[in-house]
């Protein structure tokens, strides 16, 4: 049995290192939280679902890490050595696991809803990457927190492992996706998507490298370079990945604007060059050939029934029973 990194005692300067991470880790999530919500209207509705996940994932991962706030200035007592754990300081690991059980999938959701896939495709690789990357986190939280406290070097790795062939089969789903998509996609907006998983999948090798470092090590100042490499792994993959992938989107849609399939109510810019201009037709209108819905008249205006002002007024209100 090997003692778990939150049993470490730290010291005064790995305790403010790590306090100093945590809170700029949850202000600049909060910070893209924001900028997301401002720059949600800039995608086509086509790509809106990379939106939504977007939100979801910095809106959760800075919820997160005001937790984890809380949680370490909780789990740590201060002594005349330094800052000493006690039984709450677990939490300052396990409570990662939960953000990552759902920020991690949403990540895939937002890769996948910019590709070119559609229909049951579409579908198909997005359930089946949510599911697995879901597995990755929740068999990794096993191995590392919950079996044996996660003292246990052999059984740790053991859930680690299965917790590989998770995330390998995951990054074969995207992979996969993307390079599907490439040959429908601009040269510009190939660039950008084989960048954003080149970052997403780089990112995620660190968590299997700080998962072997808790199995061979201890010591505070282990304890200290884990959580500071997740702040700032969490960071880069959160924050950076989610702005490449709005850049996907809007020039997606400035090419679906410039085609004529899509509609956009203002101008399209990335980077200060004008991608699209605003697709606003001067008549709202469904071209015959194109209409989903079969078209149904209206009924007669001869079959309405007419009443007087007294009549409807003697009409019962539904809020007062």
């Known amino acids: ?54 939100l979801a994932v910095l809106g959760t991962a800075s919820l997160s890490y005001l937790f984890l706030l809380i949680a370490f200035v909780v789990g740590y007592d201060s002594t005349s050595a330094g800052w000493s754990p006690n039984e709450f300081a677990v939490n300052t690991f396990s409570l990662r696991y939960v953000d990552w059980s759902l920020t991690v999938p949403l990540l895939c959701a937002e890769l996948l809803a910019v590709t070119t896939l559609i229909g049951v495709a579409s579908k198909r690789a997005l359930f089946t990457a949510i599911g697995l990357a879901f597995g990755m986190i929740f068999t990794g939280f096993l191995g590392g927190i919950v079996v044996d406290g996660g003292t246990n070097p052999g059984a740790t790795l053991a859930w680690f492992g299965v917790s590989i062939v998770f995330w390998a089969l995951t990054n074969v789903v995207l992979i996969r996706a993307v390079k599907a998509s490439i040959p429908g996609l601009t040269p510009e907006a190939g660039r950008l998507i084989t960048n954003a ?13 700080i998962a072997i470092i808790q199995v061979f090590t201890f010591g505070g100042e282990w304890t200290t370079t884990i959580q500071v490499v997740l702040c700032i792994a969490d960071i880069v993959v959160k924050v950076g990945f989610s702005t490449i992938i709005l850049d996907v989107a809007k020039l997606r849609t400035a090419e679906d604007v410039r085609s004529g399939e899509d509609l956009h109510p203002e101008a399209i810019w990335i980077s200060s060059i004008k991608q699209s201009d605003a697709g606003l037709p001067p008549q709202v209108f469904l071209e015959q050939s194109r209409v989903v819905h079969a078209p149904r008249s209206r009924p007669p205006a001869s079959s309405a029934l007419g009443m ?3 009549e409807a007024l003697d009409i019962p209100d539904p809020s007062d029973d």
């Open 1 to 54: 049995m090997l003692p778990a990194p939150w049993e470490a005692p730290l010291t005064e300067s790995g305790h403010q290192l790590i306090l100093y991470f945590l809170g700029l880790a949850f202000l600049v999530l909060g910070a893209g939280f924001v900028r997301a919500i401002a720059t949600r209207g800039e995608v086509g509705a086509r790509y809106r679902s990379a939106t939504v996940a977007r």
């Open 308 to 310: 007087s002002a007294e």
């Open 197 to 209: 998983t080149i970052l997403l999948l780089s990112g995620w090798v660190v968590y299997p490298i």
